[in-house]
């Protein structure tokens, strides 16, 4: 929902309007229309956004398509994470089997990521 207020907020300051504007048009009061903007507000309706775009004279695609946008950044950001954590994972793996001649035996790789999560 921040990324939605945030794309409200910034098409609202490029048309230079004052959210008190905004919020009598689409029939809110002025703090309710300041939570939608600063994300305070966890959920909102198509129609009420489809109210906020019409006051702003804008698309309604052009809300939702930036939260989209960020969505794919957030998800993008998450499958690198999760790429790096394996690479780990599998770098471990290699020092763990390397060890094993030492007498440290691991049973699988199910319990090195185990003793991983126990240590973070």
């Given at each position: 929902m921040q990324d939605i207020g945030k794309k409200i907020k910034e098409?609202?300051?490029s048309?230079?309007?004052?959210q008190k504007a905004i919020a009598d048009a689409v029939g809110l009061s002025h703090t309710a229309y300041s939570n939608i903007e600063s994300g305070k507000t966890e959920s909102?309706?198509?129609?009420?956004?489809?109210?906020i775009a019409v006051a702003l004279k804008v698309d309604i695609a052009e809300i939702i398509n930036a939260s989209n946008q960020n969505l794919d950044n957030n998800v993008n950001a998450l499958i690198?994470?999760?790429?790096q954590t394996k690479a780990q994972l599998q770098t471990a793996t290699e020092l763990i089997i390397n060890l094993r001649?030492?007498?440290v035996k691991i049973k699988s790789l199910k319990s090195v990521f185990q003793a991983k999560i126990i240590i973070i």
């Open positions: 098409l609202r300051i048309k230079q309007l004052k909102i309706t198509l129609q009420r956004l489809e109210q690198n994470e999760l790429q001649g030492g007498g």
